[in-house]
C-alpha cells in the first residue's frame, strides 16, 4: 500500500492552498529542425494526435486507479490537473501557431511554449 500525505488548507471540496515544492529543474533536450512548408500540416497533427494519446493514457490510469482502490484519491486529483493542463489551449493550441509560423518540429514547438 502506498502513503501520500497533502499538507495545506481547504478551501473547498477538491481544492487545497499549500506550500509548492520544486522537486528538480529538469531540463528538455529536444531537437529543433525546420519543417518543409509542404510538411506543416503534417506537424500539426503529429502534435494533435500525441496530445491524444497522453489524454488517453490519463483516463486509463485514472481508470485503473479507481478501480483497484489501493491508490488514495488525491492521486486522482493529481491526474486531473494533468489533465487540465494538457486541454489548457495555452499548451495545446499555441504550439500549433508556433509551428505553422516558424515551421518548426512539435517537439520544439511544444518546449519553446512550456518555457514562456
Request: charged letters at 20%; proline letters at 3%.
Given at each position: 500500500?502506498?502513503?501520500f500525505a ?5 478551501v473547498?471540496?477538491?481544492?487545497a492552498?499549500?506550500r ?12 529543433h ?9 503534417h506537424?500539426?497533427?503529429r502534435l ?11 483516463t ?5 486507479m ?10 486522482g486529483?493529481?491526474?486531473d ?8 489551449p495555452t499548451?495545446?493550441e ?10 518548426c518540429n512539435?517537439e520544439w514547438?511544444?518546449?519553446?511554449q512550456m518555457?514562456?
Amino acid at each position: 500500500m502506498v502513503t501520500f500525505a497533502l499538507h495545506g488548507v481547504g478551501v473547498s471540496g477538491g481544492i487545497a492552498i499549500g506550500r509548492a515544492q520544486l522537486v528538480s529543474h529538469a531540463t528538455l533536450e529536444v531537437a529543433h529542425y525546420v519543417v518543409p512548408a509542404s510538411r506543416v500540416d503534417h506537424e500539426i497533427a503529429r502534435l494533435e494526435l500525441a496530445i491524444d494519446e497522453v489524454q488517453k493514457e490519463l483516463t486509463e490510469l485514472h481508470g485503473t486507479m479507481t478501480r483497484s482502490g489501493d491508490l488514495p484519491g488525491e492521486f486522482g486529483a493529481f491526474l486531473d490537473v494533468h489533465w487540465m493542463i494538457l486541454n489548457d489551449p495555452t499548451l495545446s493550441e499555441a504550439p500549433k501557431r508556433i509551428i505553422a509560423e516558424q515551421r518548426c518540429n512539435a517537439e520544439w514547438a511544444l518546449t519553446q511554449q512550456m518555457n514562456v
